[in-house]
């Protein structure tokens, strides 16, 4: 019998056998220290430990509760190594075709909502325009159906928090690569809203004077 490790990525406790164990842990180390002096870092490292955490549960069942070397190998399969994306190129966009074996799924999406983000995670899975879907809502409840509909869908869809999530919901591939482009892109915007804002307040102030 091999001996057993119990772990928590993502507040979540798994059980790996002592080999998974010290691949796994091998693995991440080699993600920290990759990132570790990049812009952005703690969000990447907590985004790609989502996603571990996620093929985890996916991988156990009620006959399957200890995971083991071979477990640790797909994921990395997944993820991929952070050697493979030092070369990439970074022209490639956020949100690529759907490669295949990727998984679309259902989320929410708060990010560009009027209400709750139902049409425009609606819009995301069906490859539709959200506004289209916003429009087929507005005519579905002036013929009378009921707005639980919306309701229900709103309790049973659940967010797309993490961008390993959201990039499922757009059909891409979901690895280390791609994660790290994502949240980039995303700190980029913050800060060029932020330099936005602070010549804005700039320009106020000389006009004052």
Known sequence: MK?????NINGISFILD??????LNDYLRSIKGHFKNRSGSDEIISDIEARIAELFQQMLSETKQVLNIEDIRKVQDRLGQTSDFDSESEEETVYEARPPGSRKRLFRDIN???IG???SGLGAYLNIDTSWVRLAFVIALISGVSPLAYIILWIVMPVALTE?????MHGGAVNISNIEKTIREELNEIRNKVDDLAGQARDKFKRKK
């Not at 001996?3 to 772990?7: E, L, Y």
């Not at 002592?18 to 691949?23: F, G, P, R, V």
């Open 117 to 119: 983000g139902v049409c």
């Open 112 to 114: 560009d909502r009027m």
């Open 18 to 23: 002592e080999d998974a164990y010290k691949l």
């Open 164 to 168: 390993a999530e959201r990039r499922e």
């Open 3 to 7: 001996k057993t490790i119990n772990i």
